[in-house]
């Protein structure tokens, strides 16, 4: 049997009769309930504090928010993409396919490295929006831009492949919604004694690029283009 | 005009009037619930999504009907309106306004003054639970049948209390007539209070309240439908209109209670200290005061809403013994106050 | 007197290794002793809390070290003896000193041939799911355990998931249902 | 190997005769959080016994984690309390960071503590909201989600994720404090404490929520610990246990705070636990806040770790106090870059296991009510 100890109530009188506590929170609810309404009057189209009414009024999204990916060109209208495979790699969800190619004769200022990507394509429905392909990104040419309307009727819509992600990245810059540019975070110096010392082509790729997110400065700077 | 014309008309006028109140309650409960917490509420549907309850009725009629394969058919179908109707039918005897003059016609605005208007109120919400049972045993579900049976325990139990705070009116009044009570109630006592049921029996009131609020299955004595333990108790299987009736059932109930306890403790359609008909035409004097008895309705109605957005549900064996460890001692006593003090006046 | 004296103490012969990572201490005891030490643990050393219990399967270590030793056989080109293969599955019984704040982990190597060992809900109830777990996930059944049914998996899976012979994508097993759609 | 095992389903049609009902609670009810399934027996409407059955939220996180690299499973913890994903997101962090014998850099630090106690709170907020839902009163849930939407929108700002955060890396956080929780804070503290008041004043001395919370499934404190509870449910029980204090992480060690404890380990304490807990992360972050103001803009964030973590051989656990209690990690590594063997520890795992003991001899309402108060979440609990 299960032992249970014994729990003695003691109410105060006002506990006790019940309807002193409930005119109290009568009191309350009815406070909240002039609030809103007042405020449902009020002009404009976010009046009542909690609610967002959706379609037409939106929520700020942060910069650096996780959102739809991109394929970022660079100011001369190049690919940035060099096809390196990396995100593919770090993606969890396995979810991108990437094909490295090169760039056909007479094409190849339309890319920014010598190589570039024949084929892009991330799989919208199994992708997890963790951003790591965004942090593995050499060339911080992957983005997770700010679009989080990902909905469609089709599943095959949902493969985004090369071009769609393109437009995501015209769309975004029509809209002035680019992710800002990645800030360095600084990284703290090794100790002396490194205990996970492993092979030596392994350090190479810990420098201070390893993140791309946006910390308190590049957020100050997207708000003041905006 | 002939009698049964009039009646005719008065019977009409009525049931559009509970229909009319029971959809815009659907909405009132809605947005009055949103704005108490902070939220917008339905507001896509017309004007302030006030035809959201039109177009809820029209989901309701469209969706699909379905009958579980082994639920009792004839009693399943059967349930829903066994509950809407008795929540319709007290409306008969609510006294909604005093009397308006047509073409020399004196018209009561009651569609009929029974003498026993009373037990007739009794009556019918004990009928009421019988929709609730028949449709929780019929559907065949655990949920519905422990939904049904809390229905059953509860009403049962709470028709005492409410029955021995009404017979403390009766004493008052010394009538079963609504009307007459409804008439008594006009003036003042003590020169200051208005002479309502209200003033003269508080305690009789509250516990005419809850009890009324245990009738009408409501937080916190919504045990039956007690939606996070019994997903939605007695109509858990019931979908489409079927379960329309029942959502609309409730709100018709709660429309009746409203009526019932305005014209039992808060004058019905009299306003205090003023005596409209002084100074109002025969057929403005009859719309004032229906109009005086609408908005006290209405503010009962509304109290319904706040109350069930404000509190936390009993538990099944708490309930009981709120009404018959605390209820019922307290309208005895009340009631043989009532009855000393009445006997000592008289 | 610190920890590591204060098991050894405890358990004197029944203490077969004893290594410390990083400041975690992890014992290994026979498994035929192990509810008389963990009673032991409990009772003497103030080890009173029981905070998981971990299966673990070994077949890949080995398998890892066996490659590496004949890599560097064909390397040396001679025998690299990689030793017998250890016994194939572990289970650590994480416990926790509420006074002092101590960590232990009590290991017990299941081989394959033989995969039981004594349940310890006896001595703490904690251990009823985790066991079942562990049985669940590794098959090692649990002698005495009062209900021991599959926990996660559903009651007619043939398989232990985290065995490292199990693929991750499954064998494509299903769920049937037997509804009764009279 | 094939010995069938009591399967439990659901039987119609005629059965033996039987005083008691069975009821079966879940997977798909409205009270079930996720997807958790009571099979109770029932005399009336009190419970004769519970049996919680519980895996319809596996997905095999352990098994994913062997076949993911260090990196790659942070966000996968992200999925298993999703009520606050940053207390598993550091769990796993500090975790991999005692594998590598490395310790995050002291700004890193105050800003975990900042973020993870934001998320206790949110954490709360949700757990005493559907108390409350689940008790029938709806309205403080609406005053309590509001504030973690704005919990939520600093995370978003932080990070770029509300829900599933994934926050920072392994050997730091990659972010400063957004502008956005230097604006927000202190608006956001007083709104917070209001909203609790108004939770406060709704429920805590309503006779009606008295009555369904006071002495409701009790419990003892050495029952608890036999049955290894952790977090705010020991702590209703009235044992004063918090890893925060007992074995010091992050800088917990350098704020001051209480330790709120309850008596009888019913409903109402534990309710009372999470309300005061809440009062005390605030406290937290605030003493956090001024220790993160000492340091300087470019103070380091992140610890330098290579870019494919290959641990060495060995076995750790560590354990952080997340909302809900004792959430461990443990892991073996075998010197490759992927886990070994990864075995979370889910605060809720143990609680939850000893519901029959909770709930038997009250009512099918109370079973509803305990099962709130635990905060089981069945991403953590199964998986």
């Known amino acids: 049997m299960v032992r249970r100890p014994v729990v003695k109530k003691e109410y105060s009188l006002g506990e006790r009769v019940y309807l002193v506590e409930i005119a109290k929170g009568l009191g309350l609810t009815w406070k909240h309930f002039v609030f809103n309404v007042k405020a449902s009057f009020r002009k404009g189209p976010h009046t009542v504090p909690t609610c967002w009414q959706y379609p037409e009024d939106r929520r700020e999204i942060a910069p650096i928010f996780r959102g739809a990916h991109m394929l970022q060109l660079n100011d001369k209208g190049q690919e940035l993409c060099v096809g390196c495979g990396m995100c593919a790699r770090a993606c969890p969800a396995k979810c991108i396919t990437v094909k490295r190619g090169k760039p056909a004769k007479g094409e190849e200022d339309k890319y920014a490295g010598k190589t570039m990507c024949v084929s892009f394509e991330i799989d919208i429905l199994r992708c997890i929006f963790c951003g790591l392909c965004e942090k593995s990104c050499p060339k911080n040419a992957l983005v997770l831009g700010q679009d989080y309307e990902l909905a469609d009727y089709e599943p095959e819509h949902c493969i985004y492949d090369k071009d769609r992600l393109i437009a995501n990245f015209h769309r975004a810059r029509s809209e002035g919604l680019l992710k800002p540019p990645p800030v360095p975070i600084p990284v703290e110096a090794p100790p002396a004694k490194k205990k996970i010392a492993q092979k030596g082509d392994e350090k190479k790729g810990s420098s201070g690029k390893a993140s791309v997110k946006g910390g308190k400065k590049s957020a100050s700077n997207r708000k003041g283009e905006a | ?346 | 007197m610190n920890l590591k004296e204060r098991v050894k103490d405890i358990l004197g012969d029944d203490l077969l290794v004893m290594a410390e990572f990083r400041g975690d201490l992890c014992i290994e005891v026979p498994s035929k002793r192990l509810t008389q030490v963990l009673a032991r643990l409990k009772e003497e050393g103030g080890f009173d809390f029981l905070s998981d219990i971990i299966g673990i399967d070994n077949i890949d270590l080995y398998v890892k070290k066996a490659k590496k030793g004949k890599k560097e056989a064909d390397e040396k080109e001679d025998v690299v003896d990689i030793g017998p293969p250890p016994p194939r599955f572990e289970v650590i019984y994480l416990l926790l000193s509420l006074s002092t704040n101590e960590r232990l982990q009590v290991k017990v190597s299941v081989p394959e041939d033989n995969l039981e060992l004594p349940s310890i809900t006896s001595i703490w109830r904690a251990a009823n799911w985790p066991e079942r777990e562990v049985y669940d996930m590794f098959g090692i059944r649990f002698k005495g355990h009062p209900n021991l049914r599959r926990l996660l998996m559903w009651d007619e899976f043939q398989d232990h998931p985290l065995r490292k012979d199990y693929p991750l994508e499954g064998k494509g097993e299903e769920r049937h249902l037997d509804y009764d759609v009279a | ?383």
Request: charged share 20%; hydrophobic share 45%; aromatic share 12%.
């Open chain 2, 1 to 346: 005009m002939a009698d049964w014309q009039i009646d005719l008309i008065k019977v009409v006028f009525i049931w559009t009037w509970a229909l009319l109140i029971a959809v815009v309650m659907t909405w009132v409960e809605r947005r009055a619930s949103a704005m108490m917490q902070d939220r917008v509420g339905p507001n896509r549907a017309g004007p302030f999504g006030l035809l959201q309850p039109l177009a809820d009725g029209i989901k309701l009629f469209t969706k699909e009907d379905i009958i579980p394969k082994r639920a009792r058919k004839i009693l399943f179908i059967l349930g829903p309106p066994l509950f809407a109707i008795p929540a319709f039918s007290t409306y008969a005897v609510v006294p909604f306004g005093d009397k308006i003059v047509i073409g020399g016609k004196e018209i009561i605005l009651q569609v009929s003054d029974v003498n026993i208007g009373f037990l007739y109120i009794l009556a019918l919400s004990a009928i009421a639970v019988y929709g609730m049972v028949i449709g929780g045993w019929a559907s065949n579900s655990k949920y519905s049948i422990l939904g049904g049976l809390r229905a059953t325990a509860q009403l049962i139990s709470y028709e005492i209390p409410m029955g021995l705070a009404l017979l403390t009116i009766v004493l008052l009044y010394g009538t079963f007539s609504l009307r007459e009570i409804v008439l008594q109630q006009q003036g003042t006592f003590l020169g200051v209070l208005p002479n309502w049921g209200f003033f003269k029996q508080p305690l009789g009131f509250i516990i005419f309240l809850v009890a009324a609020y245990a009738e009408a299955n409501r937080v916190p004595f919504d045990l039956p439908e007690c939606e996070s333990e019994l997903v939605t108790g007695y109509h858990t299987e019931y979908g489409s209109m079927r379960l329309g009736l029942y959502l609309f059932g409730e709100y018709v109930n709660l429309g009746t209670l409203a009526a019932v306890t305005v014209s039992l403790f808060f004058g019905g359609w009299g306003l205090p200290y003023i005596d409209m008909s002084k100074f109002l035409g025969p057929i403005s004097y009859g719309i004032a005061s229906f109009l005086v008895f609408f908005v006290k309705q209405a503010f009962f109605l509304f109290l319904f809403v706040w109350v069930r957005w404000t509190v936390p549900r009993f538990r099944y064996d708490q309930l009981m013994g709120l009404g018959w460890k605390a209820l019922i001692p307290l309208g005895l006593i009340n009631l043989f106050i009532t009855a000393l003090l009445v006997q000592l006046t008289v």
């Open chain 4, 1 to 383: 190997m094939t010995k069938k095992f009591e399967t439990i389903c659901i039987t119609t049609g005629p059965t033996e005769y039987s005083d008691y009902v069975t009821l079966n609670i879940g997977p798909i009810h409205p009270a079930m959080h996720g997807t958790l399934r009571v099979i109770t027996k029932t005399d009336g409407e009190t419970i004769i016994s519970a049996k919680p059955e519980i895996g319809y939220l596996h997905r095999g996180v352990e098994k994913l984690g062997e076949n993911l690299t260090y990196t790659q499973f942070l966000p996968i913890t992200d999925r298993l309390n999703y009520c606050s994903a940053i207390c598993n997101n550091v769990a796993y962090e500090m975790a991999v960071e005692k594998l590598l014998g490395i310790e995050a850099p002291p700004k890193a630090q105050l800003i975990r503590m900042i973020m993870m106690e934001l998320a206790r709170i949110a954490d709360h907020q949700v757990c005493v909201g559907i108390l409350g839902v689940d008790l029938g009163a709806l309205t403080p849930f609406f005053y309590l989600i509001l504030q973690r939407e704005e919990i939520y929108e600093i995370f978003e700002w932080h990070h770029g994720a509300r829900l599933t955060n994934s926050m920072g890396a392994i050997g730091g956080v990659e972010a400063d404090l957004p502008d956005r929780f230097h604006e927000k804070w202190p608006k956001l503290r007083d709104s917070i404490r209001k909203a609790n008041d108004e939770t406060d004043k709704l429920l805590t001395h309503n006779r009606i929520w008295m009555d369904r919370t006071i002495g409701v499934n009790a419990f003892c404190g050495d029952d608890a610990l036999d049955w290894g509870f952790t977090g705010p449910m020991l702590r209703a029980c009235g044992v004063r246990r918090d890893l925060r204090k007992d074995e010091p992480y992050l800088m917990y060690d350098k704020v001051d705070f209480d330790v709120p404890v309850g008596k009888h380990g019913d409903v109402f304490d534990r309710y009372m636990v999470r309300m005061l807990e809440m009062e005390e992360s605030i406290k937290i972050i605030d003493q956090a806040y001024e220790l993160y103001k000492d340091f300087p803009e470019d103070a380091p964030l992140m610890k330098k770790v290579p870019k494919i973590i290959k641990p060495p051989e060995g076995q750790i656990y560590h354990a952080i106090e997340s909302p809900n209690g004792e959430l461990g990690f443990f892991i073996k590594s075998d010197g490759s870059d992927k886990p070994y063997r990864i075995k979370i520890r889910p605060p809720c795992f143990m609680v939850y296991q000893a519901f029959e003991d909770l709930v038997k001899g009250e009512m099918i309402s109370d079973l509803i009510a305990c099962l709130s108060s635990i905060n089981v979440i069945a991403g953590e609990l199964d998986r």
